[in-house]
């Protein structure tokens, strides 16, 4: 059964902790990213990888992290600098790079993150 | 300005109404646009995807865009109770997806 897997779903962390959201993919798509939704806003982009050990800041990448060890992988640190971090955060995948050409982003499940 | 705009709603219909979802973009460089739904709690799925300006159909599923007036539409016909989601429109433009805020919709039976 190809597709995302994002855990945990649910994640709840203290002011001050990092937290780390899992991305696994076996589609064998080579990018990878991470957006965040909050209501109304629609989705933003956080960061993008187009190729292991490779990744680029997105449009609100203050107070995150990410790595791209793996192809199949690509996990989020949200970090205690970032001051609003509650949300829902969404990993999604493509199979090569969005450029100009049309290519489909699959999207995974999510995770919900609060901040108690 | 955000690139991609989208009235937010909510959305409330009853159940065999035609759902019009629209959506206005500012980059003239976008050519490809996507409308995506959302369950709640779900990530979103891709429902259609249109290239430069003109119509394309799927089923009950509409999807226009207007590139002179930079407008994009989602016509839903004889809408199902199902069909009650948030249902997101995207344009494609280098390297990235620009999301408008998704619109909430209801099909009440």
């Known amino acids: 059964d190809g597709g995302i897997t994002q855990s945990p779903k649910y994640l709840f962390r203290k002011e001050g902790q990092n937290v780390t959201l899992s991305c696994e993919q076996n589609l064998n798509h080579d990018a990878m990213y991470w957006y965040r939704q909050d209501p109304g806003q629609g989705l933003r982009l956080i960061y993008y990888?187009?190729?292991?050990?490779?990744?680029q800041k997105g449009d609100i990448a203050e107070g995150y992290s990410v790595s791209r060890e793996k192809k199949e992988s690509f996990p989020l640190t949200v970090t205690s600098a970032q001051k609003n971090p509650t949300a829902f955060y969404l990993c999604?995948?493509?199979?090569?790079?969005?450029?100009?050409?049309?290519?489909?982003?699959?999207f995974g499940p999510g995770t919900r993150l609060t901040v108690l | 300005q955000k690139e991609v705009e989208q009235d937010p709603g909510p959305l409330s219909v009853p159940e065999g109404a035609i759902v019009s979802l629209n959506c206005t973009y500012s980059?003239?460089?976008?050519?490809?646009f996507m409308w995506y739904r959302q369950y709640s709690r779900k990530g979103p799925e891709l429902l259609m995807y249109?290239?430069?300006?003109g119509n394309k159909e799927d089923g009950r599923f509409t999807a226009q865009v207007d590139k002179s007036s930079k407008y994009i539409s989602l016509f839903i016909r004889d809408s199902q109770p199902s069909d009650s989601a948030t249902y997101l429109c995207?344009?494609?433009?280098?390297?990235?997806?620009?999301f408008g805020q998704g619109t909430r919709l209801t099909i009440n039976p």
């Open positions: 995207a344009s494609q433009g280098a390297q990235k997806l620009v």
């Open positions: 999604a995948s493509s199979s090569s790079p969005t450029g100009w050409a049309y290519n489909e982003q699959f």
């Open positions: 980059n003239s460089a976008f050519q490809y």
């Open positions: 990888s187009q190729i292991v050990n490779d990744f």
């Open positions: 249109t290239y430069s300006s």
